[in-house]
């Protein structure tokens, strides 16, 4: 055994009795798992966005008592105990001196034990238990985990907090939509608010912004630097406060290049190890050409908007961008395939939702249209991009505007981001 015996006993009752400690608030992803599969569950998602949460959350709908090993691998005992066999000592430990009637694991942050596929691998193979996973790099969604693991497994993606969640957080409780008009002021507050501070749980829970900054360095020391041994902190650190600084903007990893000064291929690296740890995202130009869609840049979008404040006071100032980028993780949240739509006259739409082949609407975000011209532009963009994809409906997003529009016998719909983003 490469851990003290009794070392591993106080690990696993740590674990265990922080499920009963912790005061937990319900998340959707929870009633969204399918608890009596078979196959391996994995959450995926960035550091702190509350998996170990809905981990807990899903031992307490389960009923489970005494039958189920609970360890969050970021402990700092598996800092040097990071082995693969650190897996089933734990087991062995827990068998002998907890229940021999081991039936669930959940290991939360898995990735932090080197080679840990082999371990679950074999594990499921076994079919003796019921496996529950969490992880904060993209590596663990569906297609890489399925070659690591050859299938049988269901992903589910975890977030910060949808502003659902968020109002919940706070003790708001909304029994239909009548409620909508009747809390509008008190949830165009809580809107404000989200805007600021973002969703992370514990940030919500607290109100320590200051924490937010933290969550920033820890995810990019441990989930980027560390991960994939990167020599130059410093200037990856930058582009990442650069890119959360500019979330909703066109990003090109030739001005990256430039900006930084580092080659094209370490700027298209950095890039892709910041979307594996969740820090960012990138959203596609639609085209009906693969080759033109493939070549076209990409807009790029922060994991929170209160994380992009923190880092940034820039991203502070333009509070449309931040509209728009908790329009872009809602539309991730509810599972669209999304896009960024470019006309023929090169107007820009900020997202085309698409269904398997067929287009189903588009949507534009505007934190105002009382400037005429501002009104004219979105309006203009958004006529011409229906007639391009034969799209009869779609949809302005504003702070807090709301009216019907018709168009070339095509209706526009503008509603306010809060409302919409309570509509699901």
């Known amino acids: 055994m490469t851990v003290d015996y009794q070392q591993l006993i106080k690990v696993i009752e740590f674990w265990r009795e922080s499920i009963h400690l912790d005061e937990l608030q319900d998340r959707d992803v929870v009633g969204a798992v399918d608890l009596k599969s078979r196959e391996i569950i994995d959450l995926v998602g960035t550091r702190r966005s509350g998996k170990s949460s809905i981990l807990k959350l899903i031992v307490k709908r389960l009923g489970l008592k005494d039958n189920y090993l609970f360890i969050n691998f970021a402990d700092p005992i598996f800092i040097t105990n990071n082995d693969p066999a650190i897996i089933e000592e734990l087991i062995q430990v827990f068998r002998e001196y907890f229940n021999p009637k081991l039936e669930y694991l959940f290991f939360d942050e898995i990735q932090d034990i080197t080679h840990w596929e082999r371990a679950i691998r074999k594990l499921r193979d076994g079919d003796k238990f019921k496996i529950f996973l969490t992880g904060s790099s993209s590596k663990l969604l569906s297609g890489e985990l399925s070659t690591l693991l050859t299938g049988r497994h269901q992903s589910y ?5 949808s502003f659902q969640e968020f109002i919940a957080f706070r003790g708001v409780v909304l029994a239909g939509k009548r409620d909508l008009a009747l809390k509008e002021k008190a949830l165009l507050k809580h809107f404000d608010e989200y805007l600021s501070i973002g969703g992370f749980p514990e940030i919500v829970l607290t109100n320590n912004r200051e924490l937010l900054k933290s969550y920033f360095f ?20 930058k582009m990442a406060v650069y890119l959360m600084s500019n979330a909703a903007k066109i990003a090109s990893v030739e001005t990256l290049k430039n900006t930084f000064k580092i080659s094209f291929a370490l700027a298209s690296s950095y890039i892709e ?3 594996e740890a969740f820090l960012i995202f990138d959203l596609q130009q639609f085209s009906y050409s693969l080759k033109t869609q493939h070549k076209a840049l990409k807009k790029i979008y922060s994991i929170d908007t209160g994380l992009s404040n923190a880092v940034s006071f820039k991203f502070s100032e333009d509070i449309g961008r931040a509209l728009e980028n908790v329009v872009f993780l809602e539309l991730l949240k509810r599972g669209n395939e999304i896009y960024y739509y470019m ?3 090169n107007l820009e739409v900020d997202f085309l939702i698409k269904q398997g082949q067929k287009m189903e609407g588009l949507i534009q975000v505007s934190w105002s249209l009382e400037d005429k ?3 004219q532009r979105e309006m ?3 006529s011409q991009s229906m007639e391009e994809t034969n799209i009869n409906h779609a949809t302005i ?3 807090n505007e709301e009216e019907t529009a018709e168009i070339k016998g095509r209706v526009i719909q503008i509603m306010p981001v809060w409302k919409w983003l309570l509509s699901a």
Not at 157 to 161: A, E, I, N
Not at 218 to 237: A, F, G, H, P, T
């Open 157 to 161: 993606r975890v977030f910060p907090l």
């Open 273 to 275: 190890y910041l979307k």
């Open 397 to 399: 997003l504003t702070y």
């Open 218 to 237: 820890d995810i990019v020391q441990k989930d980027v630097v560390m991960r994939y041994d990167v020599r130059d902190k410093e200037v990856l650190q």
């Open 343 to 345: 006309t023929a006259g």
């Open 373 to 375: 011209k501002t009104r």
């Open 380 to 382: 203009r963009a958004l």
